[in-house]
């Protein structure tokens, strides 16, 4: 096949101005290098597109491509995972992970709880604050988490995204309402592990391929999976494999993440969070259905080592899954 790479390079962010928080979601090089060299190995020719604009400046020209590795982030936007997609789609070529309302719905956090709870998932329940009026109406017990509705990567979070008390509440969510301009969700504090879990396959083929717990080292921010804590993930972090097979509670987690992915129409191969209540019960977080993919940076990518599954595998099989999909799509047509 004939195969463009979508993407976002952080480092033309960053030459543009931007600052280091607010690229944070964006790719290196090296990611854009492994995943070429890949898909090359896989026997498929390459083009790197680039960027949503970029995008829009060839398909103007009037190229075209078999299949789009998509991993553009975007930049501007709750909905801005779902620019390119949405572009993708206006031109009927194929691209790998998730569609235009899914990438949309995932990335607000209010709004892909919602959907999970209606499908059965266990989620805590959560306020989502646009103004600071809106702080006096929340009725959750103490502590409580609060971090950016529409952010990756731990944007926004650190040690006193954990609050407890209002005071601090107040003062933690007007912080973050005017550092991202966006509102903040609000959810109960989980005192349980916490576990990101990786899966592949769209609906009924989908699986999961396995669980990371994290686990934070002496010197990290407490409590918390936060900016400083994912940056310094290598100093400050322990991505430990834990298997379902062993541990009663790991295998809730992967069930509930299974669960929450086919509920939110998830594709090709991403990640869920979650955490445990005291009860040791794994509560559904957030989804990741546009997960990282450097090869020994990204959660997704360090999972699939851990098991035993090579980076090749892994974005073969993101092919595998994206193809066939596609071509039960054309067949309907």
């Not at 009927?92 to 607000?108: E, W």
């Not at 209606?118 to 702080?135: C, I, M, S, Y």
């Not at 999961?208 to 972090?237: F, H, M, Q, W």
């Not at 299974?258 to 989804?287: H, K, N, Y």
């Amino acid at each position: 096949m004939f195969i463009g790479l979508t993407f976002d390079l952080r480092e033309e962010y960053l030459a543009a101005g931007y600052g280091e928080e607010e690229t944070a979601e964006l790719d290196r090089p090296e990611t854009i290098d492994a995943i070429q060299t890949a898909l090359e190995q896989l026997g498929h020719r390459t083009d790197r597109i680039g960027h949503a604009r970029q995008l829009i400046a060839r398909l103007a020209r009037g190229d075209r491509w078999d299949l789009v590795v998509n991993i553009a982030e975007g930049l501007y936007g709750i909905a801005r995972e779902a620019q390119v997609p949405a572009i993708l789609d206006v031109y009927q070529i194929p691209y790998t992970f998730s569609d235009p309302l899914v990438m949309a719905m995932a990335l607000d956090k209010g709004l892909s709880k919602i959907v999970a709870r209606h499908g059965g998932v266990p989620t805590p329940d959560f306020a989502v604050v646009r103004q600071a009026a809106e702080l006096e109406r929340i009725d959750l017990g103490f502590p409580l988490f609060a971090k950016p509705l529409a952010e990756g990567t731990g944007k926004g979070i650190s040690a006193a995204s954990k609050v407890r008390d209002r005071q601090s509440l107040r003062a933690v969510c007007e912080d973050l309402l005017a550092r991202f301009r966006q509102p903040v969700m609000v959810e109960p504090f989980l005192p349980g592990r916490e576990f990101t879990v990786g899966l592949a396959g769209t609906g009924d083929e989908a699986e999961a391929l396995g669980t990371l717990e994290i686990v934070l080292l002496p010197g990290a921010e407490e409590d918390v999976y936060s900016y400083v804590n994912k940056e310094r993930c290598e100093e400050l972090v322990e991505y430990r494999l834990v298997d379902a097979r062993r541990d009663a509670e790991v295998a809730r987690a992967e069930a509930v993440a299974l669960q929450a992915w086919r509920a939110l129409g998830c594709r090709d191969a991403g990640r869920i969070d979650l955490r445990s209540d005291a009860a040791a019960q794994p509560q559904f977080l957030e989804v990741n259905p546009l997960a990282g993919l450097h090869p020994s940076h990204s959660d997704l990518p360090m999972l699939c080592t851990a098991l035993g599954i090579p980076y090749l595998s892994l974005i073969e099989r993101i092919l595998r899954s994206a193809a066939t999909r596609c071509r039960q799509d054309s067949e309907l047509r």
